[in-house]
RNA sequence: GUCCCCUUAGCUCAGUUGGAUAGAGCGUUUGGCUACGAACCAAAAGGUCAUGGGUUCGAAUCCUAUAGGGGACGCCA
């Protein structure tokens, strides 16, 4: 909570205890701020909402309470309006207050506690290490990134964690293009039908091997020899991913590998204690989980009939490991084709005695990319799907993140290329880089701004609206953090450039003419800046000085 | 067939515990650089919030039915 919206909701919540004898919480007290100035700067909609309760009009409600708010030394005025509105106006100096606590906080302002050091993981990406990452593991990942970093910044305890799946039969294909691949580079005939990842790395990789150790393996059919192959190529993989993300600036905290649970016997682990339960049972030669119990369509397979385990078995004992590692809070985030997924595994947990309360599913939908009207398939170089990499080469990283994050993840997503690449105002992530430039313009003509409890200059409306925006900084995280849609953060953003922007062209911030007025303003240009940069941080966008 | 998501200005989209006159950008029309960066700003026009019913002081927002669009439904991962 701003200062300001927490300290008007602890005296509404003490006015209403004091006259009409309420406990309210203070989460269940809304404040906001008017669209309409003329509603005053804050405004909260209490008084209809207890209407039903306390059997009275709104109108009356409020003008119960008004006498209670003027007693207080940052309330100008309290107006009783509309429907049962009560419209706050603030005296100026408690508004410009944000500006000290801004430059003194720097880069931690916004910093806050919301989260009080809950202990929470979030998986994202977890593409299979057999291939490239896609455009829809880029709106994965520039969203779990950014959410990551909002919840840190916001006080929980976060992991970070990517979870690789290098157990099963892709890894199977890989490891068998490998070894053909190995055997055409030491001359040996090999089998093309068997490769099925035909990317040049392997190949790479494969003469490799060959040089390093010539054909020691080339006869051998062991185990040994094979999870060798699997092994180098699954890593070969998952370091090319690694790089791409990088180059994304999304990061993990972990790499949990499948094979280790099975490995660490967690898997086997899992299922000895589904067995257990009373949701298992047999049928056709396999074994299933009574899921249906638990709102899924229909009951799943934990063990196939030719005994290998299906991929929901070590999923549920990994699910299972999150929680035993002792995480509070698991948050998921899965591609739209994994919805049907959500059911099996919450069935799973609750079967071991989890709470799968704790266990939050974020769905991310699909992305289209298009190109002057026209979706675009294929890319036209490689002709398999677009990458990561390759987005980010046409258009940049800041454009590629800030389109991802833009748009709430529920609904599909049409990334247009043309409007991507434009360097224009169109494109919004030039519009808000540009006005960080032009502050850090400002600033870089003069900065001999003064640090002080309030700015009696400030007054006109275009200050006061940034410096109330500014201030709802805080608002906006915790807003982030209660619902999991990071674009608020996005139109936070665009929201402070514009408001800037319009400030900028009406006034001017350096007047030699008028000194102490200019002192001030810098003061207001070098918050925004503070702010502005701190946004675009954790947005994974960089603040540029100058463009 | 079952389940999930979507439908808001000509176009692309915001609008989140239900609130005051539904907002941006693009496009269209107009105006603003002898001024801290015009990659900017200001103004105008543009709406049956898919449709019908319901809930209530109040609905784009919640419920329900219908239509249209997208996706998922394996002893694949």
Aim: hydrophobic share 35%.
């Amino acid at each position: 909570m701003s200062e300001i919206s927490n300290k008007l909701i602890k005296l509404i919540k003490n006015s209403l205890h004091e006259i009409y004898n309420l406990e309210l919480s203070e989460e269940s007290i809304m404040i906001e701020i008017p669209k309409d100035t003329s509603h005053g700067d804050y405004s909260t909609n209490i008084a209809m909402r207890l209407a039903k309760e306390l059997h009275k009009s709104p109108r009356e409600i409020a003008s119960g309470l008004e006498d209670s708010f003027k007693a207080t030394d940052f309330i100008e005025k309290v107006e009783n309006a509309g429907p049962g509105f009560i419209n706050f106006y603030l005296k100026k100096d408690s508004i410009t207050g944000i500006i000290k606590t801004i430059i003194l906080e720097e880069d931690s302002y916004g910093k806050n506690n919301f989260g009080n050091i809950e202990k929470v993981m979030v998986e994202y990406v977890s593409a299979n290490p057999t291939g490239d990452l896609h455009l829809g593991h880029a709106r994965g990942a520039a969203y779990g990134d950014t959410l990551t970093r909002i919840l840190s910044f916001s006080g929980y305890n976060v992991l970070r964690e990517y979870y690789v799946n290098d157990a099963g039969n892709q890894i199977e294909t890989l490891g068998n293009s490998l070894f053909e691949r190995y055997k055409e580079a030491l001359g040996l005939p090999f089998d093309l039908s068997k490769i099925g990842y035909q990317g040049k790395d392997v190949l790479k990789l494969a003469q490799g091997i060959a040089k390093e150790d010539g054909d020691k393996w080339v006869n051998d059919d062991s185990d040994e020899r094979k999870d060798y192959f699997k092994r180098v190529g699954t890593k070969l993989e998952l370091d090319k991913i690694k790089v791409d993300l990088d180059l994304y600036r999304v990061s993990f905290d972990h790499y949990q590998s499948e094979l280790e649970l099975y490995r660490t016997g967690k898997v086997k682990n899992a299922l000895s204690e589904l067995e257990k339960s009373p949701y298992t049972y047999e049928q056709d030669g396999a074994l299933w989980l009574k899921t249906t119990d638990f709102n899924d369509d229909k009951d799943r397979v934990l063990v196939k009939s030719d005994g290998s385990l299906t991929y929901l078995t070590p999923d549920i004992a990994y699910h299972k490991d999150k929680f035993d590692r002792g995480y509070d809070h698991l948050i998921n985030i899965f591609g739209a084709d994994h919805h049907g997924y959500m059911a099996r595994l919450r069935a799973g947990l609750k079967i071991l005695g989890y709470d799968d309360n704790k266990l939050e599913f974020r769905i991310i939908q699909i992305v289209r990319l298009m190109e002057n009207g026209q979706e675009v398939k294929m890319s036209k170089r490689t002709g398999n799907a677009v990458t990561i990499r390759e987005l980010c080469e046409d258009v940049g990283v800041d454009v590629a993140r800030y389109f991802f994050i833009s748009k709430p993840i529920i609904s599909h997503l049409d990334f247009d290329l043309t409007l991507a690449r434009k360097q224009s105002s169109e494109n919004p992530v030039y519009y808000i880089q540009y006005a960080y430039a032009r502050m850090n313009s400002i600033l870089s003509k003069q900065s001999d701004y003064e640090i002080k409890d309030s700015y009696q200059l400030l007054n006109n409306e275009k200050e006061i609206s940034l410096l109330k925006h500014l201030a709802s900084f805080k608002d906006t995280l915790i807003d982030v953090c209660k619902i999991k849609e990071v674009n608020i953060l996005a139109n936070y953003a665009y929201k402070l450039a514009q408001l800037f922007h319009s400030y900028y062209n009406e006034f001017k911030v350096i007047d030699p003419e008028n000194i102490e007025l200019t002192k001030e303003r810098l003061a207001l240009v070098k918050s925004c800046k503070i702010c502005l940069k701190n946004v675009l941080n954790l947005l994974g966008v960089e603040a540029k000085e100058s463009m």
